[in-house]
């Protein structure tokens, strides 16, 4: 029978290079910081640091109304969206419908129809200041701020809608329905959304809320963090070489952090990144995000059954396993005295300690990936060269639930976060979630044209 044994456990990672214990912080922060530039000076990088053209508006205008429109894997919704004097927004008249291409195939004049469909009432029931279109596919975003389709996911089956601008189709839709619109149609996508959403919602001084501002303070700058299913970071930059953009006007660049190449991978994450879709790309995504948490921590068990350092009697059940999702990982860790689910349930009442060793080795992984998430992080604050105000905090809007509710995620990477920033001299931050980040955050970058 088993017994726990944290040390031989810990050496198991560190033979195969996941323990947290082999990142060096300030190294991490620097290298991060170094493809930032690169990516921005248009030079090879891991991150690509896109340019948005979108520059975040600081004083939301009071009592205008803006279409939100947000494209999501499986739906779409529009929404009728106003702020009032404080900031705070509103969304009313809120309708989803299926998205266009999931109940089969669709043309581009279909594809374009249904979302014009879609707006038509919000838009006949009122006057509108601009359109914001949260667009969670990859787009080449244009200095329009329209942005071209690069590709769907399996879930769409519009195929001609690809290499079109989505603003300007959907505007000629409208026409041809007979409502005229002149106005604004900005694209976005969730990682722009989320920080705009922060930005609206997050007060200057860091409360999660609205609250009375007698200094006029405009506030620390805000990040966008996607910790979900994929994971990335958007920031606001007033200098980006490759387009040649230099403005105390600063626009948001979207990082594409979760395709940063990081320094110290062991031979099981090497194994593992050679079984998924797209090998040798978007490495961080894979050892901190909810798509990749739990098949690789998966792989790493199955190493630690074939060396012997976790045993159970049903472990050949556990290897035999063909798909491991992160949520059965989670719930185990969750809740592992109730031995259910697809990993608990493997466990004898009698096998405590070795369902104690699949956790601690859970959480190896999960550690790692809040250092790694939190380094990202500490290196957008110092790019920013921001947070030195104690009554003006950094605020970094966060989505995902990667970051709300996987097992230790988020308590590990504010921990971390704090080390990396207070380590030269205090640097006051606030980690806020947003709610309805892809509605409010549409609807600020429509009030962000002119």
Do not use: W
Request: proline fraction near 6%; glycine fraction near 8%.
């Amino acid at each position: 029978m088993q017994k726990f044994n944290a040390d031989e456990l810990s050496d198991f990672a560190r033979f195969y290079g996941f323990h947290y214990d082999s990142i060096n912080p300030d190294a991490l922060v620097k290298d991060v910081l170094i493809d930032m530039e690169r990516g921005l000076r248009g030079v090879p990088s891991s991150l690509q640091m896109i340019p948005s053209y979108i520059t975040p508006v600081t004083d939301i205008p009071p009592e205008k109304t803006v279409l939100a429109l947000d494209a999501g894997g499986t739906n779409l919704r529009t929404s009728l969206v106003q702020f009032n004097e404080n900031g705070e927004a509103s969304a009313y008249g809120t309708r989803k419908t299926p998205m266009p291409g999931t109940g089969g195939p669709v043309s581009a004049k279909e594809f374009f129809n249904t979302i014009a469909d879609a707006a038509l009432p919000l838009l006949k029931e009122t006057k509108v200041e601009g359109i914001g279109f949260t667009f969670s596919y990859p787009m080449e975003i244009t200095k329009d701020a329209d942005g071209i389709l690069l590709a769907f996911s399996k879930e769409v089956d519009a195929p001609d809608v690809i290499g079109k601008a989505i603003g300007r189709e959907l505007r000629a839709s409208l026409a041809s329905k007979g409502c005229v619109y002149d106005g604004p149609i900005v694209m976005l996508n969730d990682t722009v959304a989320t920080l705009l959403s922060g930005l609206a919602t997050i007060s200057p001084d860091g409360e999660e809320k609205r609250t009375r501002n007698d200094f006029g303070v405009s506030g620390a700058p805000v990040i966008g963090f996607i910790l979900g299913t994929g994971f990335n970071t958007a920031y606001t930059e007033t200098n980006i070489p490759k387009i040649g953009f230099n403005s105390a006007s600063a626009q948001i660049v979207v990082c594409e952090t979760g395709n940063f190449s990081i320094r110290c991978l062991g031979q099981l994450d090497r194994e593992y990144d050679s079984t998924t879709k797209n090998p040798g790309v978007y490495l961080l995504e894979k050892v901190s995000a909810g798509a990749y948490l739990g098949p690789l921590t998966f792989h790493i068990l199955k190493q630690a059954i074939k060396d012997k350092v976790l045993t159970f009697r049903k472990s050949d059940e556990f290897l035999s396993i063909t798909d491991f999702k992160t949520r059965y990982l989670n719930e185990f860790c969750h809740s592992p005295l109730k031995a259910e689910g697809p990993l608990g349930s493997l466990f004898d009442r009698d096998e405590k300690d070795a369902f104690a060793s699949v956790q601690y080795i859970t959480s190896l992984v999960t550690e790692r990936g809040a250092i790694f998430s939190a380094g990202v992080l500490a290196a957008t604050v110092k790019k920013l060269n921001a947070g030195y105000e104690p009554f003006s905090p950094v605020r970094i809007a966060v989505e995902g639930t990667t970051f709300m509710i996987y097992k230790g995620m988020r308590r590990a990477l504010e921990s971390h976060l704090h080390q990396m920033l207070i380590n030269d001299k205090p640097r006051p931050y606030i980690i806020s979630p947003v709610e309805q980040a892809s509605l409010f955050g549409a609807a600020v970058a429509a009030l962000s044209r002119k």
